[in-house]
């Protein structure tokens, strides 16, 4: 119960949270920006999913309707606001950086917080998730550690964006460590993904009456 209300509080910052974005994007940026309106409504309906999810109107493999949440707000997140305000239009709208800021900020904790309800529900109804849950946070942790290293210029991601930044770093090693990374990346986000999606599989009846 506590999980459904926990995605439902979510649920609603999160379609609030797109409000402010889809009305900007009517002409506050010189024109209609569909773009980003087109990310910001995907955001909005992913926030009354969740709220729909909340109130129980979907019974079935709930935890994974949680988790696909998670991944259309990240996705909307990163080509809607990330891309499409962040990089390409926030130096001509500084006063709108704050509001970008935290709303980023505020829609990875959601995302974050999704995934930990789910793995919760799942993991109160059969236990036998708990190590694909673990199992999946150890391979997406490198991933989180290295894109925080790099955005805050610590350590190893200092040494990373050095490379990619730089005029040395222009030519054959900056695209080796580019493909090494995005493969590596990669595999660690499909193996976290599968891992996490065998887990919530352990919550349905099926395998609750496997497991009894």
Not at 67 to 81: D, E, K, M, N, P
Not at 131 to 157: H, N, Q, T, Y
Request: glycine share 10%; with cysteine; aromatic share 12%.
């Amino acid at each position: 119960m506590l999980c459904r209300i926990g995605v439902g509080i979510l649920g609603v910052l999160i379609a609030a949270s797109a409000a402010p974005w889809a009305y900007f994007s009517l002409n506050h940026f010189g024109g209609f920006d569909w773009g980003l309106m087109g990310f910001e409504l995907i955001t909005m309906l992913a926030g009354i999913y969740a709220i729909l999810l909340a109130m129980g109107k979907f019974q079935s493999g709930w935890a994974i309707g949680v988790t696909a949440i998670s991944g259309a707000v990240l996705v909307a997140l990163v080509f809607g606001l990330y891309v499409g305000f962040i990089m390409a239009k926030q130096t001509d709208f500084p006063s709108l950086a704050p509001l970008a800021k935290y709303t980023l900020l505020g829609r990875l904790a959601a995302i974050a917080g999704f995934f930990l309800f789910a793995s919760i529900a799942v993991f109160i109804r059969n236990k036998a998730a708990f190590p694909f849950i673990i199992k999946s946070a150890l391979c997406i942790a490198p991933v989180i550690a290295a894109f925080a290293l790099m955005r805050f210029d610590i350590g190893p991601g200092a040494w990373i964006n050095n490379v990619l930044n730089t005029p040395a770093g222009t030519g054959a090693t900056s695209a080796v460590l580019s493909i090494t990374l995005g493969l590596f990346f990669i595999i660690l986000v499909s193996a976290a993904g599968h891992l996490l999606i065998r887990a919530y599989e352990c919550g349905r009846p099926e395998h609750l009456e496997n497991h009894s």
